[in-house]
Structures are given as C-alpha cells and as structure tokens.
C-alpha cells in the first residue's frame, strides 16, 4: 500500500483559490489575468502537500524540480530558500509558475489528486518566484574555464543552455533573430499570462551570470554553423524553435487581413501594437475570426478580442478535443468568445482585397484518425458565412528551415525537425546540439527547458573532453 495515500483523510480537498481580474474588465486591458497568492493564501495551500516519501509530483516535473523540499520552506514561511530550493534545477521559475501546463504533469501526478485537487504547485512556484523578484540574492562564485559556447535563439530552451553552460564557467553567447530575447515567452505568449517585465527579469539574471546576448543576429544569415566554430565556439546549440507558420492552403488567404497566428502575436506583444502609443500599430476591426484550437488559437483570439473585436474561434474537432488547456478555454468562454467547434473554414472571402467573411462548413465526427481521436468529417450541404474583417490561423508551425538548409551536413526529417540524438541531443553535426520546439516540433516551455538543461551537460563533456 502506497502509505503517502493513507494520510490525507485530514486534508482540505479544495485547492486555495487565486485571485483573477473580473472578465468583463480584463476583456478591455492587457493586465495580468491571474493576481497571485498573498503569503496567507500561498502558506494555506502548501499546508495541504503532505511531504510523501516518494513524491511523484518530482518525477512529474520535466526539470525535476524538488516539490515537496520547497513547499516545506513555504510552509515554514522561509521564502527565500523555498525559491532557491526551485532555481536549484528551474532557471525560469516565474514564467513556469505561470505558464507551465502542471495539470498534465507535477499536479496530475500529485497523490492529492486521487480524491480531491491536487496541490497548487505551479501557484506556489509563481508566489515564490514573485516574491523574490526585487529581492537581492548574491550570485553564484563561478570558476570561469575560459571555453567559449555559443546557443542560437534565446527561447526557454537556449535561455536554459546558456544557463547552465555559464553556471559551470563556461564563456556563453547567445545569438537571437529578434531585438530582444525570451523567444515565445517574449513574441508569441501574451501580456495578461505572462507579464514581459517578469521574463525581462529572469533574463537579467542569465546577465549576471555573464551569459552574452548578440541581438539582431541571425544565425545561417548574419553567421553560419561554420563561422561560429571558427570564432572559437568550441560547441553550438540550437535552440531556433519552431516558429514557421502552417497555412490551410483555402482561397483567400492571401487577402489583407488575414494573418498568421504567429505574425498578429509579434505584432501585439513584442511590437506593442495594443498600446495607444505605439509606433507600429495594427488595424482594430469589429470582427475577428480565429482558426485552431490549441494554446496559440486561444492566445490570439483573447488577445484581439482586446484590441475591441468580436472574437470568434472555428475549430473543426469538438471542443473535449480541443489541444488548448482547460484553464485558457475556461479564461477565453468567461471573456465571451465565441466558439465555434465541428466547423471548418473552406474559403476566405474578399471584396477589393480585403478579407469580407469566411465560409465554413459543419462537422461530425466519424471513425478514429492516426492519433486515435474521432475524425471530422463535413456534413454536406451546412455551408455558412462568418462575417469578418480579419482571419488569424493558428493551426500550427514547424521550424524554420533557414539554419538546415544553409548547412549541409545537418540532418533533417522530413518535416524539417533537427535530428538528435534521444539521450545527448548531440545532431548529425560533432560539437552540434539541438533542442525545444526546434528538435521535437511545438511543444512546452518546461520541454523545451529540460532539452537545454540536458544538452549543456553534455555540451561540458563534449567541450571538456575536447580540452583535457
Ligand atoms: P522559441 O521559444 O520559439 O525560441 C526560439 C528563439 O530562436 C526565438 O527567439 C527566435 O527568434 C530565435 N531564432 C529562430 N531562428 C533563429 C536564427 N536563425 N538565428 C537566431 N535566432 C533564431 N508552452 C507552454 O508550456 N505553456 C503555454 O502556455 C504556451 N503557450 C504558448 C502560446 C503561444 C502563442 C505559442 C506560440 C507557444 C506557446 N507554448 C506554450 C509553447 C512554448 O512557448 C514553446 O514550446 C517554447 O517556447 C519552445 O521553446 P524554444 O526555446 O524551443 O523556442
Ligand atoms: Fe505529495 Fe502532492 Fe506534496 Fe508532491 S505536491 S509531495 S505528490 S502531496
């Protein structure tokens, strides 16, 4: 018998609730939605973990996070070391609070869960983190080793690389394609999930550890592979995600007013068209039509639904199918999107260039597809117009294929992902790593985390072995 099952008879079984901004308020602003624990709230619900001998929550976490020691400090009320405690194996501590899909990982693994919430991890990861953003903590004493490594993209994944790779004295650059680094935490996730001054934060902090950052450098443009070792990077990780766009290939897309998911997020939150202010605005119209059903669609449809449209979400599956997690989907119907399931666009429609409406047609759903979920099928004659003046398509992306294909020996699959190996992430390429969504297509943060925490270790003995 599991004797961690047996103790929480005694347990609260409703997790402490957090406060959030009023939907009909957060509608019309970018302003965090969630407000976070007080340190009476955040102590209440660490009370509930009942420190299991064998925490399962730990082997939940992608980056192994020791849950039970940390919320032990927090029970103690000692918050600073219950926030060492997470940054001892979580660079990103605030963003994972805040963004990480726990409910499929620490929390749904989490003993509590069998009879009642699990216990709030990712809020009490984001208390702690929030808690001691402006607190100062003396760095780490770092023997440097003189070994210079360089990380392409300054996503989760290559934030994590470098992090680590610095922490062990290695002489670390980061070489990113944007302005300013955080990868999707910084263009694609938006403001009221994740405020930018937190990622700005956290990044000061690979700062510190003397991490270098060339912005506005594209790697297979600006360097290749090549020139990077013969400016003396002993080793080179990609961490270029996966941010090419997918297309439906419908008529009309091509007219104005249609974008990528992708494009009107950049737009939004790393451009700040949505301020009054801003010097690189974006056309406000009265209606909006998102595709797709997973985070992305979400993101996109809350966030226009802000710039003042009336925001509809087509989705061709039914909405138990749908990828997003429950928490957005329950954010976004509460902010009155409308959703639209078992409908698929068929074509966009223009009048003198611009987007007009958007037909679709109904679905049902039929026998089971490849990945096992029941597949849409149209019911003939259901054809219906969706007035609107802009259409987002967020149905998915695939990496960038500027970096593969300007150099030659970097082995591809067939859908342009780079190919690693499962245990180094080493690539076709001795000196090469790759990973995040660059290695494995889009998937999470805290993945993309723990393929950059892993490739470092073996991007040290690769560099050291190289040295001895
Ligand atoms: P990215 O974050 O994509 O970073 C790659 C970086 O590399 C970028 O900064 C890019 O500019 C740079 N780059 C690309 N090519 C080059 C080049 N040639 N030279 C130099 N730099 C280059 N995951 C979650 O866990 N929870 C969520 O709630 C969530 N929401 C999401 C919402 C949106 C809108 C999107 C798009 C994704 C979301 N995800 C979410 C997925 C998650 O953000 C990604 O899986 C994760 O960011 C992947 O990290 P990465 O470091 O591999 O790539
Ligand atoms: Fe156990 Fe849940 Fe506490 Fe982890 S968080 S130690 S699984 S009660």
């Known amino acids: 018998m599991n004797t961690d099952v047996g103790v929480f008879i005694m347990i609260e079984k409703q997790r402490t609730k957090m406060p959030e901004q009023?939907?009909?308020?957060?509608?019309?602003?970018?302003?965090?939605?969630?407000?976070?624990?007080?340190?009476?709230?955040?102590?209440?619900?660490a009370e509930r973990c009942i420190q299991c001998?064998?925490?399962?929550c730990v082997k939940g976490c992608p980056v192994n996070v020791n849950i039970p020691d940390f919320i032990a400090k927090l029970v103690e009320g000692d918050v600073e070391n219950a926030y060492l405690s997470i940054t001892d194996t979580n660079s990103l501590p605030a963003v994972c609070g805040r963004v990480c899909p726990q409910e499929e990982q620490c929390e749904k693994v989490c003993v509590l869960a069998i009879k009642g919430e699990s216990v709030a991890i990712g809020r009490l990861e984001r208390f702690c983190a929030d808690a001691m953003m402006d607190k100062d903590i003396p760095p780490e004493k770092?023997?440097?080793?003189?070994?210079?490594?360089?990380?392409?993209?300054?996503?989760p994944a290559g934030l994590t690389c470098a992090g680590d790779l610095a922490k062990m004295g290695f002489d670390v650059t980061i070489f990113e394609a944007f302005h300013k680094p955080g990868g999707v935490l910084m263009y694609g996730i938006p403001e009221f999930r994740l405020p930018k001054s937190l990622v700005e934060k956290e990044i000061d902090g690979l700062k510190e550890l003397g991490v270098k950052f060339e912005l506005n450098t594209v790697a297979g443009r600006t360097y290749s592979l090549k020139d990077m070792f013969e400016l003396g990077y002993e080793s080179v990780f990609i961490g270029s995600g996966a941010g090419l766009p997918r297309f439906m290939k419908i008529p009309g897309e091509s007219l104005n007013g249609v974008y990528s998911a992708n494009e009107y997020l950049t737009r939004i939150n790393l451009m700040k068209a949505y301020k009054e202010d801003s010097t690189t605005p974006i056309r406000r119209t009265e209606n909006a039509v998102v595709i797709g059903g997973g985070n992305v669609a979400m993101d996109a449809a809350r966030c226009i639904l802000r710039m003042g449209s009336k925001?509809?979400?087509?989705?061709?599956?039914?909405?138990?199918?749908?990828?997003?997690?429950?928490?957005?989907?329950?954010h976004a119907m509460e902010e009155d999107i409308q959703f639209e399931m078992l409908t698929?666009?068929?074509?966009?429609?223009?009048?003198?260039?611009?987007?007009k409406g958007i037909k679709c047609i109904r679905m049902e759903l039929g026998e089971a597809d490849a990945s096992g979920r029941a597949r849409p099928v149209p019911i003939e004659g259901s054809e219906f117009v969706i007035p609107t003046e802009t259409v987002i398509m967020a149905i998915g992306t695939s990496p960038n294929p500027l970096i593969s294909s300007t150099t030659s020996d970097l082995e591809v699959n067939k859908w342009g992902i780079i190919c690693t190996d499962e245990e180094t992430q080493a690539t076709s390429i001795p000196g090469v790593y790759c990973g995040g969504d660059a290695a494995t297509g889009a998937a999470t943060v805290i993945k993309a985390m723990g393929a950059g925490k892993n490739a470092a270790m073996h991007m040290a003995e690769y560099m050291l072995d190289k040295n001895k």
Do not use: C, S
């Open 311 to 330: 925001t509809a979400l087509v989705y061709r599956r039914a909405m138990e199918q749908m990828p997003a997690r429950n928490e957005e989907i329950h």
């Open 344 to 355: 698929n666009p068929i074509e966009i429609i223009g009048e003198d260039g611009w987007v």
């Open 53 to 56: 001998k064998n925490p399962r």
């Open 142 to 155: 770092i023997e440097k080793k003189n070994i210079k490594a360089a990380v392409i993209g300054a996503g």
């Open 22 to 45: 009023d939907p009909k308020v957060r509608a019309t602003n970018f302003d965090e939605v969630a407000l976070g624990y007080t340190l009476e709230m955040a102590k209440k619900e």
